[in-house]
């Protein structure tokens, strides 16, 4: 048995985030599809996380394991083939047995793109929150840089099926930082580990911050802002 680690980048919009759900388009559902068809048999594919639906991967992690003993260019030529063209696997190598794409990734970055100008390019659309509306971008960058650190951040998750099992929502973020460029900003944050729409609720904080709605910037806010849309967010990479 052949465990095989892959990286793939996927336009998130025509799917319903990463994680199989019943009769919806996903990810991981599509990539099961293909490599289980290859394998004679149902194969689990393991992601590093789950992404939102919506929410765009420039470098996921995943893995399976495969009795097959395909090459693994050969094996990424064919996956590749079979994909939409919104999906695309990157590469592909051969790791331990035990290894686990989520349980053993050290760090993960994630990036939001806001444009800023006020025409949104037509291309541009689907992968950024076009927000051409005053904000003190300054304050928004000072309170991006207040998350670093190991925090609770409990007021930025949103409700998960994985609530129930009591798990710590302690997670440590290494850098967080937004800056302005060309008529957008970009807020990219490398952490631990991440909360459902933990970084979209973050976002939505800075713009709340951005607007004149927070009043102390030194500390977490005992509430989020608003969701921000999924379609701006970029899972960047996974670090082990």
């Given amino acids: 048995m052949r465990r095989i680690k892959i990286k793939v980048a996927y336009d998130g919009s025509a799917f319903h ?15 099961e599809g293909i490599v289980s068809e290859m394998e004679g048999r149902p194969v689990h594919v393991a992601g590093s996380g789950r992404t939102d639906a919506g929410v765009h991967a420039l470098e996921q992690v995943a893995a399976f394991s495969l009795e097959n003993p395909i090459p693994l260019p050969n094996l ?24 686990h794409p989520r349980f053993d990734a050290k760090a993960k970055t994630y990036e939001y793109r806001i444009v800023r100008t006020e025409v949104c390019s037509p291309f541009e659309w689907p992968y950024v929150h076009h927000y051409p509306y005053p904000l003190a971008e300054e304050r928004m960058a000072a309170f991006a840089g207040c998350l670093e650190g190991e925090h609770d951040f409990t007021v930025f998750a949103a409700s998960d099926d994985r609530d129930a099992e009591g798990r710590s929502k302690v997670r440590t973020v290494f850098s967080s930082v937004l800056e302005r460029s060309e008529g957008r900003l970009t807020y990219r944050i490398r952490g631990s580990g991440f909360l459902k729409h933990m970084v979209r609720n ?29 379609k701006g967010l970029f899972l960047v990479n996974v670090e082990y």
């Fill in 76 to 99: 990424r030529k064919a996956v590749n083939r079979l994909l939409p063209p919104g999906v695309r696997v990157l590469s592909a190598e051969e790791v331990p047995a035990e290894f």
């Fill in 17 to 31: 985030g990463w994680q199989v759900q019943p009769g919806l388009p996903t990810v991981q559902g599509v990539l």
């Fill in 202 to 230: 973050i976002v939505g904080t800075l713009l709340d911050a951005g607007r004149g709605n927070l009043a102390d910037l030194a500390v977490l806010p005992v509430k989020s802002g608003p969701t921000a849309p999924a």
